[in-house]
């Protein structure tokens, strides 16, 4: 008897099929709206530079750190997702800024440009998956969960860079902050100023090394709230008891180096220096020489000296653009099998010429444009991270 297919249920951050299927209830769709060039076009690079001269001082080109090579070469600044979303409001004459990089940087670029410049992202399909694995609907419902458990009064959400302008919006209305890799040490010390709990949105392994590294806390003042389980898989007096309320995200790059990772380098490399980015899991980090955000790692190595090792722990091509401009030192990868941020490498040359050719056309293509609520929101949340003590944060 022929078997009756069954559609699976789909949730709210149902996996789509790149090229094959569209979110028509998100911004977000893997269809290109126009006519894509052939990557294989051998005229691509002349056609990027020719459509950026046409649009000369009018367009300004955003390429964040984890961005191919191919699409790097054309960007006015390269950097983490805060530094470019500065460098963005630093450049009001700038009608266009064209993100090279995911969606949520883009979506922060729009919130702290004018209303006047327009932020383009070259491909809609270029998500985050940390950042998908919280919906504002769910981050809601744990919300409700702590309002329950009688603690949202005394919880002060933080949410990294690494999230929607929805869920900044909410952490901005909550009383919160955002924060990036190198100031999340300061977010969580202003948290615990204002509130005696922290909800940690979405990378759990950022608020968790945070926490027990910086702070002092230790790993059973933490827990991790599955917004996939009835009250987030915790009991009451879980909640109660906890100090940091980790949301159960991750980084599909950062989330794939091991403890065992670390071991296996030294003993290939005897010598070498382990850095790795605070998305890594708390047992790589304890087990790394040196943790930082990007632009850390990048300093650390441009800085050390000749024939010194490192061994890299964050995403692909960052680590190999730090080998080519540091010939004089040995830089591997962490892992022994590579791995880029595929969401990243969405953003290819074929669609950054069709952007730029729509845009020197008089055609304005993905753009994206926050509502003014949210904006407004995210933009207090945005407003509290820079507002703290210290010095200029950023560099996820
Ligand atoms: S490297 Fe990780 S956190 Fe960064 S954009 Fe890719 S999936 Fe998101």
């Known amino acids: 008897m022929a078997g009756t297919f069954v559609e699976p249920e789909q949730t709210p951050l149902a996996l789509l099929l790149l090229g094959q ?12 709206p126009g006519d894509l060039p052939a990557p294989s076009d051998p005229d691509l690079v002349a056609r990027a530079l020719a459509a950026k001269q046409a649009l000369g001082d009018r367009l300004f080109i955003l390429g964040h750190h984890y961005q191919r090579d191919e699409v ?39 919130i702290l440009t004018s209303d006047d410049q327009k932020v383009i992202l070259p491909d809609m399909a270029a998500g985050c998956s940390m950042a998908d694995m919280a919906e504002i609907s769910q981050v809601e419902d744990c919300w409700r969960t702590l309002e329950r458990a009688g603690v949202a009064d005394r919880t002060i959400p933080i949410t990294y860079m690494n999230s929607s302008a ?3 919006a909410f952490t901005g209305k909550h009383h919160g902050s955002v924060c990036t890799s190198s100031n999340a040490e300061r977010s ?12 940690f949105l979405p990378d759990q ?13 230790s790993l059973d003042d933490c827990v991790v709230y599955d917004p996939r389980k009835d009250n987030g898989g915790l009991s ?20 794939r180096f091991t403890a065992e990772c670390v071991d296996d380098v030294r003993e290939r490399v005897p ?75 969405r ?50």
Not at 21 to 32: F, K, L, N, T
Not at 188 to 199: C, P
Not at 304 to 309: D, I, L, Q
Not at 348 to 362: F, K, R, T
């Open 236 to 255: 009451d007096s879980q909640i109660e008891d906890a100090r940091v309320i980790l949301w159960r995200g991750h980084c599909s790059v950062h989330g």
């Open 205 to 217: 392994h950022l608020g968790r090394n945070t926490a027990v590294r910086d702070l002092g806390l």
């Open 166 to 168: 929805a869920i900044k």
């Open 271 to 345: 010598g070498v220096t382990v850095i790795v980015h605070p998305e890594c899991d708390y047992s790589v980090v304890a087990k790394a020489d040196q943790v930082g955000s990007t632009e850390k790692i990048i300093a650390a190595i441009d800085n050390a000296p000749a024939g010194s090792k490192w061994a890299v722990g964050t995403e692909l091509n960052l680590v190999k653009r730090l080998a080519l401009n540091n010939p004089d030192k040995e830089i591997v990868y962490l892992d022994k099998t590579v791995c880029f941020c595929s969401t990243m490498n």
């Open 72 to 110: 790097i070469q054309f960007a006015d600044v390269t950097g983490d997702s805060f530094k470019l979303s500065q460098q963005a409001a630093a450049r009001p004459e700038a009608e266009f800024i064209v993100f090279c990089g995911v969606h949520f940087m883009a979506e922060s670029a729009d």
């Open 21 to 32: 299927q569209a979110d028509p209830d998100s911004e977000r769709g893997v269809d290109c």
């Open 347 to 396: 953003i290819d040359l074929p669609h950054l010429v069709w952007a730029l050719e729509s845009l020197a056309a008089g055609h304005v293509v993905n753009q994206i444009d926050v509502d003014s609520e949210t904006e407004h929101w995210a933009k207090v949340a945005l407003d509290r991270m820079l507002a703290l003590p210290g010095p200029t944060p950023g560099r996820d």
């Open 188 to 199: 969580l010390t202003w948290a615990f100023e204002q509130g005696d709990k922290v909800l």
